[in-house]
């Protein structure tokens, strides 16, 4: 269940920020470079981005600063693994989706070893035994069949998006293995564990967002950098070479 909080996809300074020449005037040809992004909603999208920084600065900040402050790193690690663990069944069935075995084969292979050998996720037991993580979802699987990116937006506290990967956030949640079995949102474990991972990716993310207060346009360099990962996840579900930036983002350590 990917939430992707806005600092979950925020560069560290050293990412490049697109300036407006950068953004293509019409998508519809197909002749958008994949690092840039398309954005004839700026107008709105940049209160909303407002919006949701002084959302996060004024409730999500502060929870997640208490967090840290009470909770030990080696605690914190548990938590982000077992919360990355819930989400590999999603990242199987995507591979499924992809036409790729293999790598659903080894979404589901860490996901039995580390709810089992790992303790319900607690250790990333697969990733020392050699099974790495990788990422899938459903805006990179419309990608691979050829959906092109559409307009940027940006969601408050959900974080910046663009319509292609937004209707496949849509898709995940509806379709969260893991979801059929905690409920949905308005039960008390899929409410739990909404808070949990909330919690768990803004605490995360909080270098991503300090690097934001030295950003000369911080709605700029959110969404380029929203964009330049997008670009590298599609990538490697398409077979493109590139590159991944420096993200603040790595699934957990064991």
């Known amino acids: 269940m990917d939430l992707c909080l806005a600092a979950a996809c925020i560069a560290t300074p050293a990412a490049a920020a697109a300036t407006p020449a950068d953004i293509p005037a019409d998508p519809s040809a197909g002749s958008v470079a994949p690092t840039t992004a398309y954005d004839p909603w700026e107008p709105v999208n940049r209160p909303l981005f407002a919006l949701g920084m002084g959302v996060d600065r004024a409730v999500l900040r502060p929870i997640a600063h208490g967090y840290v402050r009470v909770t030990p790193q080696a605690v914190r690690n548990r938590v982000s693994s077992m919360v990355y663990n819930l989400g590999e069944p999603s990242t199987a069935l995507e591979d499924v989706l992809q036409g ?14 580390n709810s089992t050998v790992g303790v319900l ?79 768990d990716q803004r605490a995360s993310g909080e270098t991503a967002f300090r690097a934001l207060e030295d950003a000369t346009d911080p709605y700029v360099t959110t969404r380029s950098a929203y964009t330049q990962y997008r670009a590298a996840i599609v990538a490697s579900a398409t077979g493109e070479p590139q590159a991944l930036p420096d993200f603040d983002i790595d699934p957990p350590q064991p």
Do not use: I, K, M
């Open 121 to 199: 996720g607690l250790f990333d037991v697969a990733r020392q035994w050699g099974v790495a993580p990788h990422e899938a979802d459903f805006g990179q699987t419309l990608a691979r069949y050829g959906a092109q990116p559409g307009p940027y937006l940006y969601v408050p506290v959900v974080g910046p998006l663009n319509l292609r990967d937004g209707v496949g956030r849509v898709v995940d949640v509806a379709t969260d293995p893991v979801g059929f079995v905690t409920g949905p949102l308005t039960s008390t474990p899929g409410a739990a564990r909404w808070g949990v991972t909330s919690l």
């Open 100 to 113: 790729r075995p293999g790598r659903a084969g080894r979404a589901t292979l860490r996901f039995v070893v």
